[in-house]
């Protein structure tokens, strides 16, 4: 068997004993994927996910009460840490538009501004399994926000596109998007 398949079989393991039981809400698979592949080292996601070490203590108990995980990342950082000038703009855009009432609110706004910092598209940094994975995360937890992007941006860019519009900058130099000669990068199919 080859490596890659060793470890998304580990991968699969991982999330079929992460997801068994009831789920509390539908972040609660999307964890489960992000886990899964943050124990075999895929995602860029740094200790505790990102998280301090009592909120990922909570998210534990909270969603995977019984199952021992790890707090250290498995591979270490790779997160570019000269993004971190945007990190309190990312945390506010995201809790700008989060969903109300759910108590996992500033845990899911942390995990995504920390794989954000990363340089691969934001689902593979997260560690999810597929953008569309990815699109139905944003869409649950930030509705209003994900339906802003109607023309199917890639989400990282999408984001960093919203600060900048926030903030007055408008970087692009084409009057729409449509004609810009960077509209494939933007809207490309992600690989």
């Not at 998280?51 to 969603?63: D, N, V």
């Not at 009460?65 to 000269?82: R, T, V």
Request: charged share 20%; glycine share 6%; with cysteine.
């Amino acid at each position: 068997m080859s490596a890659a398949l060793q470890v998304q079989d580990h991968r699969e393991q991982h999330y079929a004993r992460l997801i068994a039981g009831s789920g509390i809400s539908p972040n609660h698979e999307w964890l489960a994927c992000m886990l899964a592949s943050w124990c075999e080292g895929q995602g860029v996601l740094p200790d505790c996910l990102g998280l301090e070490s009592g909120q990922y203590k909570s998210l534990t108990k909270h969603f995977f009460s019984g199952i021992n995980l790890p707090e250290q990342a498995p591979s270490g950082s790779k997160l570019d840490f000269s993004r971190m000038l945007e990190k309190e703009d990312l945390v506010n855009l995201l809790k700008q538009y989060a969903k109300p009432d759910t108590p996992e609110t500033d845990w899911m706004i942390a995990i995504i501004v920390a794989a954000c910092l990363g340089s691969d598209h934001l689902w593979q940094d997260l560690g999810l399994w597929s953008r569309q994975q990815l699109s139905a995360m944003l869409h649950y937890n930030f509705p209003v926000l994900a339906a802003k992007n109607a023309k199917d941006m890639k989400w990282k860019k999408f984001l960093y596109k919203q600060l900048c519009e926030a903030e007055g900058i408008y970087i692009c130099r084409a009057p729409s998007c449509e004609v810009c000669i960077d509209y494939p990068k933007c809207f490309g199919v992600e690989g």
